[in-house]
């Protein structure tokens, strides 16, 4: 008797749910982002508290980077810096920094942690593009 109550009781949690899977409306898009695919990367035009237009990969699985010419550009501050690995063996410093506003196309970001890295060693990958983060 129990097991057919729990038998029951997890048919009618499955109907409601795909009841309400059906009921809700599809994704509405915020906009539409511009963006150049290079060497199987994602790259975009950002503006960085208010400067631009800044050429960089859109990275979902990274931290926000820039070259020290777009810190410069943009008023970024140093907060710190150390040292991480480069291209192949080599060791190159890093600085952190604050960025108030990033947007690109209708996305607008507030208030993230950025790293300043050099990116002269990006024509090795990318030849002649620009690579400003």
Do not use: W
Not at 113 to 133: E, L
Request: proline share 5%; aromatic share 6%.
């Amino acid at each position: 008797m129990l097991k057919a109550l729990q038998f029951r009781s997890l048919i009618f949690l499955l109907l409601a749910l795909l009841t309400n899977a059906q009921a809700a409306s599809p994704p509405v898009p915020l906009g539409v982002v511009s963006f150049e695919l290079i060497d199987n990367r994602i790259f975009v035009n950002v503006t960085i508290n208010g400067k631009a237009p800044f050429h960089m990969i859109l990275d979902t699985g990274a931290g926000l980077a820039v070259n020290p010419e777009v810190a410069q550009e943009a008023g970024l501050k140093s907060r710190g810096s150390g040292m991480t690995g480069g291209v192949g063996e080599k060791s190159v410093e890093y600085k952190l920094t604050y960025v108030h506003e990033l947007s690109f196309g209708p996305v607008r970001l507030h208030d993230l942690d950025c790293t300043i890295i050099s990116t002269a060693d990006s024509g090795a990958v990318f030849g002649k593009v620009r690579v400003d983060g």
